[in-house]
């Protein structure tokens, strides 16, 4: 077979087996689609099948075929990321700023410290820091990934509950907005290239003064051409953050955040996100599954996973309840965000990308996180559901 022939292979094998998962297996409950893709990409990955079936492996997943996938990995991503972005609303954050920076603030930082004591654990065995990175960036990058919140995933998970547009979902988009910002902003400063400092700095610094321009243009411009422009903008950010060292996915982040959701019809941005979904990023979970590494030994990964599932779940409902003290919120409204904002999924599986690709953590920490991600996401619904049914009068609470 040619190369292209194997290729639609593999696609095929991408959209078919997590789907029928999905549907003949009912998860939607534990495992919504987007988490059943992630499970799939790793049990396709070279630690499963890899080692199951080394020969289908090779054929299938060839270096033709998985350069092939990445291409359309990173622009699946991109937009990901670049709509997650714009879908910040500093607006609302800042009309509420004593709450929002009080409980964004705790949401962060105690998953954060419990994050960087796990890793710090990590460090006394080998195997988990990459060969490029400090002390400072591995415990800080583990430790990030450990308060993440994945806004995109609480997107989709409160549409499910009926939440997303009532008061108490409209305020964890605010608390997650803020997070999402300083987990950007602290990714930013671990990839800092001190050698190429300059190079950074001058990107910086083009990037504030086109964003003006762009902002200008953006307003003067009808909807159906801010589409395609956008998407200009999104490459050209992209690439300036990719080139001076950073990380593209940081520069898609940057193109989004400067954006004003209002220029768009909500709807239709909403529908670019599910559809983005849909056709693109079942190839970026397989491209993540394939990244994944068991060579430490399955048992060391899995506790290692272990660790960082304790440090980020534990992290993010101890924050939030002493958010719920200092804010006096009513019994049981802390338990409810707290297991909303602890969701991972894809942003902390792209920040892992990111840790990885700059060879700050190693295969086997990447494995590690990804397992926790999985479990993180997987532990939402059915911990929040019963706790929405007893107590209705939350959802119009408004602060």
Same mark, same amino acid.
């Given at each position: 077979m040619n190369?292209?022939?194997?290729f639609?292979?593999?696609?095929t *094998?991408?959209?078919?087996v997590?789907?029928?998962?999905w549907? @003949?297996?009912?998860?939607d409950?534990?495992?919504?689609?987007?988490?059943?893709?992630i499970?799939t990409?790793?049990?396709?990955?070279?630690?499963?099948?890899g080692?199951l079936?080394?020969?289908?492996?090779s054929?299938v997943?060839?270096? &033709?075929v998985?350069?092939s996938?990445?291409g359309?990995a990173?622009?699946?991503? !991109? %937009?990901?990321v670049?709509?997650?972005g *714009?879908?910040l609303?500093l607006g609302?954050?800042?009309a509420h700023?004593?709450?929002?920076?009080?409980?964004?603030? +705790?949401?962060?930082?105690?998953? %954060?410290?419990?994050?960087?004591?796990?890793?710090?654990?990590?460090?006394?065995?080998?195997?988990?820091?990459g060969p490029?990175?400090l002390?400072w960036?591995?415990?800080?990058?583990i430790g990030?990934a450990?308060?993440?919140?994945? %806004?995109p995933?609480l997107?989709?998970l409160?549409?499910? !509950?009926?939440?997303l547009?009532?008061?108490?979902?409209q305020? *964890?988009?605010?608390y997650?907005? +803020?997070d999402d910002?300083a987990?950007? #902003?602290? +990714?930013?400063l671990?990839l800092m290239?001190?050698?190429?400092?300059?190079?950074q700095?001058?990107f910086l $610094?083009?990037?504030a003064v086109l964003s003006?321009?762009?902002?200008?243009? !953006?307003? /003067?411009l009808?909807e159906?051409?801010?589409?395609y422009?956008?998407?200009v903008?999104? &490459?050209?950010c992209?690439? #300036? &953050?990719?080139? =001076?060292?950073l990380?593209?996915m940081? #520069?898609?982040?940057?193109?989004?955040?400067?954006?004003d959701a209002h220029w768009?019809?909500q709807?239709?941005?909403?529908?670019?996100?599910?559809?983005? @979904?849909?056709?693109?990023?079942?190839v970026f979970?397989?491209?993540t599954?394939l990244?994944?590494?068991w &060579?430490v030994?399955?048992?060391?990964v899995f506790?290692a996973?272990?660790? +960082?599932?304790?440090? =980020?779940v534990?992290g993010? %409902?101890?924050g939030?309840?002493l958010?719920g003290?200092?804010l006096?919120?009513?019994?049981?409204e802390? =338990?409810?965000i707290g297991w909303?904002?602890?969701?991972k999924a894809? *942003?902390m599986?792209?920040?892992?990308n990111?840790?990885l690709d700059?060879?700050?953590?190693t295969?086997?920490?990447?494995t590690?996180? $990804?397992?926790m991600?999985?479990?993180?996401t997987?532990l939402?619904t059915?911990?929040?559901?019963?706790?929405l049914? /007893?107590?209705?009068?939350l959802?119009?609470?408004?602060?």
């Amino acid at each position: 077979m040619n190369t292209t022939e194997i290729f639609l292979i593999a696609m095929t *094998i991408i959209f078919t087996v997590p789907y029928l998962i999905w549907r @003949l297996g009912r998860t939607d409950y534990v495992a919504p689609l987007v988490v059943v893709q992630i499970i799939t990409g790793i049990l396709l990955g070279p630690g499963i099948l890899g080692r199951l079936f080394p020969d289908y492996y090779s054929f299938v997943f060839n270096p &033709a075929v998985v350069q092939s996938l990445n291409g359309i990995a990173w622009w699946a991503v !991109m %937009l990901f990321v670049f709509i997650a972005g *714009i879908e910040l609303d500093l607006g609302q954050a800042w009309a509420h700023r004593r709450e929002s920076s009080i409980t964004a603030g +705790l949401a962060l930082g105690m998953p %954060l410290l419990f994050g960087c004591g796990a890793a710090a654990l990590m460090l006394m065995h080998p195997g988990w820091i990459g060969p490029q990175a400090l002390t400072w960036q591995f415990v800080l990058g583990i430790g990030m990934a450990c308060a993440v919140t994945a %806004l995109p995933i609480l997107i989709l998970l409160m549409e499910k !509950m009926d939440i997303l547009r009532q008061p108490l979902g409209q305020r *964890i988009l605010r608390y997650a907005s +803020l997070d999402d910002i300083a987990i950007w #902003g602290v +990714l930013a400063l671990i990839l800092m290239d001190w050698a190429r400092v300059g190079k950074q700095a001058f990107f910086l $610094l083009a990037f504030a003064v086109l964003s003006l321009l762009f902002r200008k243009l !953006m307003a /003067r411009l009808p909807e159906r051409d801010r589409w395609y422009v956008c998407l200009v903008w999104l &490459a050209v950010c992209a690439f #300036g &953050a990719d080139w =001076s060292g950073l990380h593209f996915m940081v #520069g898609a982040f940057m193109a989004g955040a400067v954006i004003d959701a209002h220029w768009f019809n909500q709807e239709r941005l909403d529908m670019l996100r599910h559809h983005v @979904l849909l056709v693109m990023m079942p190839v970026f979970f397989l491209s993540t599954g394939l990244r994944t590494n068991w &060579a430490v030994g399955g048992e060391a990964v899995f506790v290692a996973a272990a660790l +960082l599932l304790l440090a =980020s779940v534990s992290g993010k %409902l101890a924050g939030i309840q002493l958010a719920g003290k200092i804010l006096k919120w009513p019994a049981g409204e802390a =338990s409810v965000i707290g297991w909303l904002l602890q969701t991972k999924a894809l *942003i902390m599986i792209i920040f892992a990308n990111v840790l990885l690709d700059k060879q700050v953590i190693t295969n086997e920490a990447f494995t590690a996180l $990804l397992l926790m991600a999985v479990a993180s996401t997987m532990l939402t619904t059915p911990m929040v559901t019963p706790k929405l049914a /007893r107590m209705k009068e939350l959802l119009t609470r408004s602060a």
